[in-house]
C-alpha cells in the first residue's frame, strides 16, 4: 500500500567542494585547497525530500523557487522520484558551499538571501495537503512558515493527518495542533528560553514541556545528536530513544533524515513513540552511512554496497537475487539461504511499490517498500538490499554486475529475461526451486478466504 507525504519548506543547493591540502598560503596562516571536484545535492527541505522518498513514500515537495542558475543546478540534483511544485518568489536561490579537505569541512559559505513568496499559492497547494498520509514542514529560517496563506493551510488540515515541524531559530513558530515538531537540542533550549541551558536531558526535558505548552503541539522530539532522541508529551516523564550505536562522521543532514522517517513512519500509521525510535535508527544509520554527502553521491535506492567492494577486493563470488518478497514467507528464506550459499555475500533487488503494482495489480503491494526492505535485511542472510523501480532489475544489474543471479521458482531450461545483461560481463544465471506450497498469492487467497468465512 502506497503512501503520499508533501514536504513543504525552503530548499537550498548544498555543494561540496572536495579537495586536498598539504601547505599554508604564503599570504596568511590558511590552508590552500587544490579543487579535485564539486558534488552537488539537493538540501533543506529539498534533502527531506529525497530521503523520504527513498524510504518508498509518494513525495511532493511544495518549495519557494526562483528561476536562477543555482535554481535550475538544484532541480538537475533532485530525485525523479520527488515532483516538485514551484511557489513564486523572487528571492535568489540559497547555496550552502562546504570546503572539505579529507572528510573535514574547512569552511562553510552561505549565498542567496531569503525573501516573500507570492501571496497567491498555484491551486493545486491545497488539494496535495488534504490528500497527503503525512505533511513535513522543513523551515530554514527563510520566511516560508510566516507566511500568512501557508498557516492558514496547515492550521486547517484535518486532525488525522500527522504533521511534523522541523522548526528552525529563525523561522515561525508550529501552528497549534502539530503531531510532533523535532527542534535539536540546541534549538529546543534556545526557542524554549531556558537561561543556562547546556543541552543535557534535564534542560532537553525541560525545554520539551515548555515548547509542547507554548506551540501547542501533541509532542515535541529533541534530538539529542549520538545520544538518541527525547520525546515529550508536556507531561510525566519523557521517553528518552537511545541511539543503537555511537557513530562518528559527518552529521550534515541528520536532522532532515530523523524529520523525514518520523514523517514517514507516521504516514504509515505508526504510533508516535515508534516512529520516534524509527527515525532515531535512520538517522544513526545516516552518519554511519557518511551522511549527506554519501547519499548524493548513491541512488536514493542503492542501498549499501561496501560488503560488495570488500568481497570483490578479496576475490570472492556476489551473488544477487531478486523479487517483490511482498509478506515474506518460508518459501523466500529458504530461497534467500540457498542463494547466500552460493558466494560470499547476498545482495537482494527488491521491486519498487510502484513496480509490484505493474507487475501483480493495483492492491499490491500489501507491504511498502521500506517495510519489505527493513525485514529482509533483518535477516542473516541477506547482506544488503536494493530497490529498483522498473519491471525488470536489468538495469540495476548492470549496476551491480554480480557474479551470480539466482531465480526462484520453476525456471528450468527456459531462457531468463536477465540473462542477455548479465552475458555482458560473464554473469552466470541460476535457479533454485521454492518449497512446495508456499507463495505470497497463496497466502493472499487464503487471508481472503478466511476474511469472507468472518464475514458471513
Known amino acids: 500500500m502506497s503512501y503520499r507525504v508533501v514536504v513543504l519548506g525552503d ?9 586536498s591540502a598539504h601547505r599554508l598560503a604564503p599570504d596568511a596562516p590558511a590552508p590552500v585547497v587544490d579543487v579535485a571536484r564539486e558534488v552537488a545535492r539537493p538540501g533543506g527541505a529539498g534533502l527531506a525530500a529525497a530521503l523520504a522518498a527513498s524510504d518508498g513514500a509518494e513525495v511532493v515537495l511544495v518549495a519557494p523557487l526562483g528561476h536562477d542558475a543555482d535554481a535550475d543546478r538544484l532541480c538537475s540534483v533532485l530525485p525523479t522520484s520527488v515532483r516538485l511544485v514551484r511557489l513564486p518568489t523572487g528571492a535568489t536561490t540559497a547555496v550552502k558551499r ?6 573535514q569541512t574547512l569552511l562553510r559559505l552561505d549565498s542567496g538571501p531569503g525573501g516573500p513568496i507570492a501571496d497567491e499559492l498555484p491551486g493545486e497547494v491545497a488539494g496535495l495537503l ?11 529560517g527563510r520566511g516560508l512558515t510566516s507566511q500568512p496563506v501557508i498557516r492558514e493551510l496547515l492550521a486547517g488540515l484535518p486532525q488525522q493527518i500527522p504533521i511534523v515541524w522541523d522548526p528552525h531559530p529563525r523561522g515561525a513558530a508550529p501552528v497549534p495542533g502539530v503531531r510532533v515538531a523535532t527542534p535539536n537540542v540546541a534549538e529546543a533550549v534556545l526557542m524554549a ?3 543556562g541551558g547546556t543541552g543535557d536531558l534535564a534542560s532537553a526535558t525541560q525545554a520539551a514541556a515548555k515548547l509542547v505548552v507554548s506551540w501547542r503541539c501533541a509532542a515535541v522530539a529533541v534530538t539529542l545528536g549520538p545520544r538518541g532522541a527525547l520525546l515529550s508529551y508536556g507531561e510525566g516523564a519523557p521517553t528518552v530513544v537511545p541511539a543503537d550505536r555511537v557513530v562518528e562522521g559527518d552529521t550534515c543532514g541528520a536532522g532532515d533524515r530523523f524529520a523525514s522517517r518520523l514523517t514517514t513512519l507516521l504516514g504509515q500509521g505508526q504510533v508516535t513513540v515508534e516512529a520516534v525510535a524509527g527515525a532515531t535508527g535512520a538517522a544513526t544509520e545516516f552518519v554511519a552511512d557518511g551522511g549527506a554527502a554519501a547519499f548524493a553521491q548513491v541512488p536514493a535506492d542503492a542501498g549499501r554496497l561496501d560488503v560488495v567492494a570488500r568481497v570483490r577486493a578479496a576475490g570472492g563470488t556476489v551473488v544477487a537475487t531478486g523479487g517483490c518478497f511482498d509478506l515474506l514467507h518460508a518459501g523466500h528464506v529458504a530461497s534467500l539461504r540457498s542463494a547466500r550459499s552460493l558466494g560470499d555475500c547476498l545482495v ?10 505493474r507487475l501483480k495489480g493495483p492492491t499490491r503491494p500489501l507491504v511498502p517498500v521500506a517495510d519489505r526492505v527493513q525485514v529482509l535485511e ?6 544488503a538490499v536494493l530497490v529498483f523501480d522498473e519491471d525488470s532489475p536489468a538495469e540495476l544489474l548492470d549496476r551491480l554486475r554480480p557474479d551470480l543471479w539466482v531465480k526462484g521458482g520453476d525456471y528450468a531450461g527456459v531462457e531468463l529475461p536477465e540473462q542477455a545483461v548479465l552475458r555482458s560481463w560473464g554473469g552466470q544465471a541460476v535457479v533454485l526451486p521454492y518449497l512446495e506450497g508456499r507463495s505470497t498469492t497463496g497466502l493472499v487467497r487464503a487471508m481472503s478466504e478466511l476474511l469472507r468465512e468472518e464475514t458471513t
Open 193 to 195: 528560553g531556558i537561561s
Open 11 to 19: 530548499v537550498l543547493l548544498d555543494i561540496d567542494v572536495l579537495g
Open 98 to 103: 562546504r570546503i572539505r579537505v579529507s572528510g
Open 378 to 383: 533483518a535477516l542473516s542472510c541477506v547482506d
Open 348 to 357: 537482494v533487488c527488491v521491486n519498487s511499490d510502484a513496480s509490484v503494482r
Open 130 to 140: 488534504a490528500d497527503a498520509d503525512a505533511v513535513l514542514v522543513s523551515d530554514y
